[in-house]
């Protein structure tokens, strides 16, 4: 089993900056792929980021690409997501995941999931 909490999320006028963090206990991870997914009312979950936990392969979605930045700290077993020049259409509950997907885009892939933080920009 792998426990996931994020934290991190809260308000912020567009244009600005949050950092999620999520730290992950259990099981070793290192065959693992991380994500960030978020879903928004009346939308389906998307996923966002995605790394490896072992490796330095990243994916990115074209919405979030040059803005957002996925990183991991191995010693801490801490996966982060630096949000950066936000925009109102980022808003959402924002998810950390676990699993080995065979496509990082499918949320059917991530067998562990964190609780969700609300991520809210202001316009």
């Known amino acids: 089993q792998v426990q996931l909490v994020e934290s991190g999320g809260g308000l912020v006028q567009a244009g600005g900056s949050l950092r999620l963090s999520c730290a992950a206990s259990?099981?070793?991870?290192?065959?693992?792929?991380m994500g960030w997914f978020r879903q928004a009312p009346g939308k389906e979950r998307e996923v966002v980021a995605a790394?490896?936990?072992?490796?330095?392969?990243?994916y990115y979605a074209d919405s979030v690409k040059g803005r957002f930045t996925i990183s991991r700290d191995n010693v801490k077993n801490t996966v982060y997501l630096q949000m950066n020049s936000l925009k109102p259409e980022d808003t959402a509950v924002y998810y950390c995941?676990?699993?080995?997907?065979?496509?990082?885009?499918?949320?059917?892939?991530?067998?562990?999931w964190g609780q969700g933080t609300q991520v809210t920009v202001s316009s």
């Open positions: 995941a676990a699993g080995t997907p065979l496509n990082v885009r499918e949320v059917s892939g991530f067998d562990y």
């Open positions: 259990g099981r070793t991870l290192r065959s693992y792929v």
């Open positions: 790394i490896l936990w072992s490796g330095d392969s990243t």
